[in-house]
Nanobody
């Protein structure tokens, strides 16, 4: 069992930055590809970013590429999502997730086995 605990998020003006954190107490964190997803009001959950178990591979949604950065520290069992140049359309509840091994960096939500509790990000115009 992997428990994911998220922190960060909040309210920020357009053009600002936020960093989301996702920590786990699991000792096998380095075995899991990790991802971030988001769900905006009235919309389906969508992929944001993913990173492979050792951090060598990352993928981003086209809507966030160049603005968001996913990173991880396996020693700290933590993954981060650094969000810059935020736009009102980035407003959503953001979720971190751990992929089902041996998947490394999947981009679809059904490949993820464990999910964080979600954190609200609101970007004002």
């Amino acid at each position: 069992q992997v428990q994911l605990v998220q922190s960060g998020g909040g309210l920020v003006q357009a053009g600002g930055s936020l960093r989301l954190s996702c920590a786990t107490s699991g000792r096998t964190f380095s075995s899991y590809g990790m991802g971030w997803f988001r769900r905006a009001p009235g919309k389906e959950r969508e992929f944001v970013a993913t990173i492979s178990p050792r951090g060598s591979t990352t993928y981003y949604a086209s809507s966030v590429k160049g603005r968001f950065t996913i990173s991880r520290d396996n020693a700290k069992a933590t993954v981060w999502l650094q969000m810059s140049s935020l736009k009102p359309e980035d407003t959503a509840v953001y979720y971190c997730a751990a992929a089902r091994p041996p998947l490394r960096a999947p981009v679809t939500s059904d490949a993820y086995e464990y999910w964080g509790q979600g954190t609200q990000v609101t970007v004002s115009s």
